[in-house]
Nanobody
């Protein structure tokens, strides 16, 4: 299921910064693990960063030290602060919300994607 929830993409020069936001509706946001994925042309979608409902974070090696994922449960919003951007960060970035119950049922939602282009 895809929701129109993302904002903040655009064109930026190498070394610049962008902040992506994702505000999904129709879920109990605080219960979900939130993640950012990206897909570059001709490549598979890959995990960029994830933050659990308990605020534990994990990052792809390629973005460690440059990107920061955070969440504001009061605003039902997850952010991806991207600094020191490189041309290889160019991709469509997707927001993901997931939750797995002890029963084995899994809920997962995707944003529509937002383009990030890093170029001079």
């Amino acid at each position: 299921q895809v929701q129109r929830v993302e904002s903040g993409g655009g064109l930026v020069q190498p070394g610049g910064s962008l902040r992506l936001s994702c505000a999904p509706s129709r879920i109990v946001f605080r219960l979900y693990t939130m993640g950012w994925y990206r897909q570059a042309p001709g490549k598979q979608r890959e995990l960029v960063a994830v933050i659990t409902s308990g605020a534990t974070t994990n990052y792809a090696d390629s973005v460690k030290g440059r990107f920061t994922i955070s969440r504001d449960n009061a605003k039902n919003t997850v952010y991806l602060q991207m600094n020191s951007l490189k041309p290889e960060d160019t991709a469509v970035y997707y927001c993901n919300a997931s939750r797995s119950l002890v029963t084995g049922v899994r809920y997962e939602y995707w944003g529509q994607g937002t383009q990030v282009t890093v170029s001079s």
